[in-house]
């Protein structure tokens, strides 16, 4: 098992950096819930925290599942920019971004997480009891099934699709991140706050809403709660040998 502390390539500092991030998002997590816990219910922020999560599933897998395509045993990697740099002398994308995490990702984490979803959303067409909730209510949850069911039961083609290109939202948003961080001199592994964590879920997002209710307070659920999710990701990623820094 790494450690941090024993890795030369990793500065305290930054560790610091982290941790000091990762601790104001929390407490910035916790009180937009207890927010609509005092205004609604504890169960309606569960219920639209639940809702805005299982919209991005597809999102968060491929994100995930990109770490570990991208780097599989001795299978050679693929540059996405194919070692070529931009008009500023940096790489366009660097080498941290490759063929095999983009696609890999991408089709293994559409087909996982497609499935959990088409599951999720089955067992939330079924619920007829909503005691407990303020905001939620019966024609809410109609009113965002039909975007995924057809009125007798089955599921919508479209469904499908959104699943695909919110999935493919995820490694866009994270090449887009790249060319940015290497357009302002930072380098491969350095910490980047924020964007780090958010880039790839801010494009799924926009995506997302092409097909589902995406309202504002989906948005701070997904910027807050994301950033905690990404960085316990990458700790676990680091720790079993799958990222060669800790976010």
Known sequence: MRKFSEDPNIKPAD?????IFVAIITALFLIYVLIWSLVYSFSDAMAIMGLAFFILVPALGTNGMMVLCGKIGKIPRFPID???TFKDGERIFGDGKSWNGFIGG?????????????????KIAEAEMYSGFKFI?????????KHVMNPDGTIR???WLSQCFIALGSPIGDLIG????????????EVYLFWDQNDFVIVSSLIACIWFPYHWYFWI???????ILTALANWVGYIIGKKDVPW
């Open 82 to 84: 194919n070692g070529k």
């Open 157 to 159: 083609t479209s469904y």
């Open 15 to 19: 560790i610091r950096k982290e941790k």
């Open 106 to 122: 991408w089709l293994t984490g559409f087909l996982i997480s497609a499935a959990i979803c088409w599951f999720f959303f089955l």
């Open 178 to 189: 790249s060319f940015f961080k290497r357009r302002k001199k930072v380098k491969r592994g």
């Open 137 to 145: 209510d019966y024609d809410y949850i109609r009113n965002f099934i």
């Open 221 to 227: 659920f997904v910027l807050l709660i994301t950033p």
